[in-house]
């Protein structure tokens, strides 16, 4: 019997050997399956993630190309703003120094004047003179 024993149970530990190698293919799909599920959950979530991560860039983006114009605009407007204040500052400059000018010239041709009315003067006192000089000359 011991030949019959040996035969069933090599027969049994062969039963257990397939139902263990059974269990252990059984065991390696569930897992592949769930990893398989896992895998394309994770995907599927990363290419959420990257649809709403752009989304939000995008978004971004569009805020600061808007605030960009924002400022843009305000800067022209202040630049618009100083260029005016520059004309009439310089017009005022101009019209200041114009003025000075026609009060320099003013001022000159008074100067000029008066010394023409000196330089008459001064003509017409030494006339007198050498005429009261010869005036005596002949007297004399």
């Known amino acids: 019997m011991n030949g019959v024993q040996q035969q069933l149970r090599a027969r049994r530990e062969e039963a257990l050997e397939k139902q263990h190698q059974y269990e252990l293919k059984k065991t390696r ?11 394309s959950k994770n995907q599927k979530d990363i290419a959420e ?15 600061l190309e808007v605030r960009l114009s924002k400022v843009r605009s305000k800067n022209d407007n202040i630049i618009k703003d100083e260029e005016e204040k520059f004309k009439k500052l310089l017009e005022d400059i101009k019209i200041t120094h114009q003025e000075k000018l026609d009060e320099l ?6 100067e000029i004047e008066k010394r023409k009315e000196e330089h008459e003067n001064y003509l017409e006192t030494s006339r007198k003179k050498i005429e009261t000089e010869r005036a005596k000359n002949e007297v004399s």
Do not use: G, P, V
């Not at 993630?49 to 805020?63: A, F, I, Q, S, T």
């Open 29 to 39: 799909r569930e897992m592949r399956a769930e990893i398989d599920k896992l895998n």
């Open 49 to 63: 993630l990257r649809k709403e991560y752009d989304r939000k860039l995008l978004d971004e983006k569009n805020e």
């Open 105 to 110: 010239k003013l001022s000159q041709d008074k």
